[in-house]
């Protein structure tokens, strides 16, 4: 096989195992195995850039920053749905629309609608050519660059059955998980908040740098085409399984109905899965199901009228304001928190939100003994939206942020560009007690028998000042401690004794390097396989990894260059802590690769990130949300609305029996 020939079997298979992890959420390959092929493709290409194509996997990364965007023209206008807001408007809808076809049965379609922010790709020959926002509906700014970076959306449609020239429309979207993921890191590096995961999709894809893009947690669905011949596909079902089939995601919840009247129950059944889905979402999209009416109906000057969305109202509450009390962060980032009256809201108590910063309290006019809205912005962090001038009583405190760190006094900082104020102490007890929070975390270490009060306690108490302290605790210090027996202090020696085995990627997570998350720590696990190595690797070797990009790559490399990292370090290897990578066992056959899970309810013999950890040894992942993608899901004891939703799906569902009978059989 020629080279030629080579890069193109290779870019093939690339984009194969792309669709299958980001579309189909079943992959065949590793994510290590993927990373390989990869590198290999990527060296192929800069030997022989002749043979390298516009659609190439390798071109996923981003390039070089841009000065700025140029504004195209769509192929016809992207118009705004027109919005209702009850069941009695969207019945009237219906009525309106049957008389514009009084001779046509109407079928109507009903499917979730993402807050997102719309898009339109432009395919040539089947090559992705042209990417463009909504703008003002009749031209866009070319985004091209930075869209290539999602790697749901397909550079190349897939098969050979689609028109020439077609300008495709969607929905880019951030992930909740990872909506809160960006922000927390955001906070830490001193930086704005995003408001809601909307607005962090919005701000991605508005970078004039790609490779900053690659990095975010965005993905998109696609749910319609500007132009298409006539008659080519009859209905809007039949587009969104052709959208499918030429390799685009779309959406897992999709109903046909007959009448208005049949799909109102479907409005109810989206609502209460809301929670579950990976995006946010915001209502729900009606369309006339035959594509070849849409003409006869026609559009108003904003909005067809084939279609309308029918939107739900954001859940909120109003309650008082009591105090605003600051956090220290594990960097030093000073947070004002809300400390409410507890309101109920979206299915728990509230009784804190998250004020962000002194300029958001400051714009929003938010005092002391207000009257405040609060809503679960994303719905996922509670947060206060407004205040209610009209119960204002002229009592009300403004607020300022404390000239001193809560905790040591030391004299706090902003520094030039930034808005948090920072406390620059490395030694503030709250730092310290924040980062070890962290280290003993279920997502890190997982410290059995150390939580939160008690990392209070030996911080206080002086018995430690870093996570490597932890491993130098002597039972008789421990049982000098409040409410401290000696059954307790040798079952916290024992947690801590037990986690010198952990997998790599819990240590790497535990070490609190900004930027490095969970899903980061695992892939530089599997990369470079030590500490050691991780340490050594520069900036070009970090940025060429899946998920690490600039900003991540930069943090590694100026953690590891700390003389008192590399003293941290020294110390967890003079404890015994496993500090390389081993091989998987032969008791963990990967016999779960390419199968996803969803673990919902209360396990009795397991906690659910063990269970996780356990189908991840096995080649498995596991999600927050039961989609169609869902092979299993495991249910507890109050399974709930995931429960419901995989048995409406037909997704196969396993006791918590049923998982240690299939152990049984591959151990």
């Known amino acids: 096989m020629g080279e030629k020939e080579k890069i193109k079997a290779l870019q ?5 195992h792309n669709y299958n992890y980001y579309n189909l959420a079943k992959p065949r390959i590793s994510d290590k195995a993927f990373d390989e092929l990869l590198n290999e493709l990527a060296a192929l290409e800069e030997k022989y850039p002749e043979y390298k194509t516009p659609d190439s996997p390798t071109q996923r990364v981003g390039g070089e920053p841009v000065d700025g965007f140029e504004t195209q023209h769509h192929a016809s206008p992207m118009l705004s749905l027109s919005n209702t807001y009850n069941k009695e408007e969207l019945l009237e809808y219906g009525v309106r629309t049957q008389k514009l076809a009084p001779n046509d049965k109407l079928q109507f379609t009903v499917e979730p609608k993402i807050d997102g922010v719309a898009i339109s790709l432009t395919y040539e020959d089947g090559l992705l050519v042209r990417a463009l926002t909504r703008g003002d509906g009749r031209k866009g700014d070319d985004i091209t660059t930075n869209i290539k970076t999602i790697r749901s959306i397909p550079l190349k449609l897939h098969g050979e059955k689609f028109p020439s020239t077609m300008e495709v429309r969607g929905e880019v979207y951030m992930t909740r998980k990872g909506f809160a993921e960006l ?12 408001a809601n995961p909307r607005n962090a999709a919005a701000g991605s894809l508005k970078l004039l740098d790609s490779r900053i893009v690659a990095t975010r947690p965005l993905n998109a669905v696609f749910y319609s085409v500007a132009e298409l011949e006539k008659n080519e596909i009859q209905s809007h079902q039949l587009l969104m399984d052709s959208l499918k089939t030429w390799g ?26 809301a929670h579950d889905f990976e995006y946010e979402i915001d209502g729900a999209v009606i369309k006339v199901n035959d594509r070849s009416l849409y003409e006869k109906l026609g559009n108003t000057a904003k909005s067809p009228r084939w279609a309308v969305a ?27 928190v809300a400390e409410l009256e507890p309101v109920h809201l979206s299915g728990t108590t509230v009784s804190r939100a998250t004020l962000h910063n002194e300029e958001e309290i400051e714009r929003k006019d938010i005092r002391v003994d207000d009257r405040v809205i609060v809503e679960k912005a994303g719905e996922i962090i509670p947060a206060v939206v407004e205040v209610n001038l009209q119960a204002r009583t002229g009592d009300e405190i403004p607020f300022r942020m404390p000239s001193q760190c809560p905790e040591c006094k030391t004299d706090v900082i902003r520094l030039e560009g930034e808005v948090a104020v920072r406390c620059p102490n490395i030694h503030c007890p709250a730092q310290i007690k924040n980062w070890i929070k962290h280290f003993a975390s279920r997502k890190a270490m997982d410290v059995d028998g150390l939580g939160d009060v008690l990392v209070e306690q030996l911080v206080d108490e002086g018995l430690i000042h870093s996570p490597a302290d932890l491993y130098n605790l002597e039972i008789i210090k421990v049982l000098g401690l409040e409410r401290m027996g000696q059954k307790s ?7 801590i004794a037990e986690t010198k085995d952990r997998d790599l990627w819990r240590l790497i997570h535990a070490l609190g390097i900004r930027h490095v998350g969970e899903r980061s720590a695992q892939i ?14 520069g900036l070009e070797q970090l940025e060429t990894l899946n998920d690490v990009g600039p900003i991540v790559a930069k943090s590694i490399v100026e953690y590891f260059g700390k003389d008192s990292s590399k003293k941290l370090i020294q110390s967890f290897k003079d404890a015994g802590l496993k500090l390389e990578e081993t091989q998987s066992s032969p ?26 950890e356990i189908i991840r040894s096995m080649g498995g992942k596991t999600s927050s949300s039961v989609s169609a993608k869902t ?37």
């Not at 954001?314 to 004002?336: D, F």
């Open 524 to 537: 530089l696990a599997d990369k470079f396989n030590s500490i050691n190595s991780l340490a050594e690797a």
């Open 631 to 667: 092979n299993v899901l495991i249910a507890g004891e109050k399974a709930g609305s995931k429960l419901k939703k995989a048995e409406s799906l037909d997704v196969e569902i396993w006791s918590e029996a049923d998982f240690k009978e299939f152990l049984a059989k591959h151990n």
């Open 248 to 273: 685009f995601k779309s959406q897992d919840c999709f109903w046909v109905e007959d009448s208005i009247e049949h799909l109102l129950k479907r409005l109810d059944e989206i609502q209460a899965v």
């Open 489 to 495: 202090a040798e079952n916290l020696i024992k947690g």
């Open 310 to 336: 029918y939107k739900y109202a954001p859940e909120q509450a109003e309650t008082r304001l009591k105090e605003i009390t600051i956090q220290v962060g594990r960097t030093g980032v000073l947070t004002p």
């Open 587 to 612: 008791a963990s056959p990967q016999v779960l690769e390419g199968k996803t899970f969803v673990i919902t309810g209360t396990l009795e013999e397991w906690k659910r990130d063990e269970v996780a």
């Open 183 to 194: 922000n927390r890191e955001r906070n830490e590096a001193g930086l704005d908040e995003f």
């Open 12 to 16: 093939e298979e690339l984009r194969q």
